[in-house]
Nanobody, 120 residues
Framework: QVQLVESGGGLVQPGGSLRLSCAASGTIFNFYTMGWYRQAPGNERELVASIASNGNSNYANYADSVKGRFTIARDNAKNTVYLQMNSLKPEDAAVYYC???????????WGQGTQVTVSS
């Protein structure tokens, strides 16, 4: 069983930055895709960024709305995925969820979510 623990959310002013972290406990293989989703009130959960790995290289994917502002990274040795969020906008406010999944194994894990508030 895999458990995901997120941290790093909080209140930030527009234009500010936050860094989210998600540490996975349990067995995580390098081929798992790790990612971040977000859900604002009244909206569906949406993909923010994901990062796949083949053990040698990482492949990142971003929602158009965050390209150029957010950066996803992973540390396979620590089973941790990060989301650096810069130039935050009020529309980035949401609960951010960490996700780890494997299409090969048919597994899909979610964190409990961390609140990001962008307001002056």
């Amino acid at each position: 069983q895999v458990q995901l623990v997120e941290s790093g959310g909080g209140l930030v002013q527009p234009g500010g930055s936050l860094r989210l972290s998600c540490a996975a406990s349990g067995t995580i293989f390098n081929f798992y895709t790790m990612g971040w989703y977000r859900q604002a009130p009244g909206n569906e959960r949406e993909l923010v960024a994901s990062i796949a790995s083949n053990g040698n290289s990482n492949y990142a994917n971003y929602a158009d709305s965050v390209k150029g502002r957010f950066t996803i990274a992973r540390d396979n040795a620590k089973n941790t995925v990060y989301l650096q969020m810069n130039s935050l906008k009020p529309e980035d406010a949401a609960v951010y969820y960490c996700n780890v999944r494997s299409t090969l194994l048919g597994t899909n894990y979610w964190g409990q979510g961390t609140q990001v508030t962008v307001s002056s």
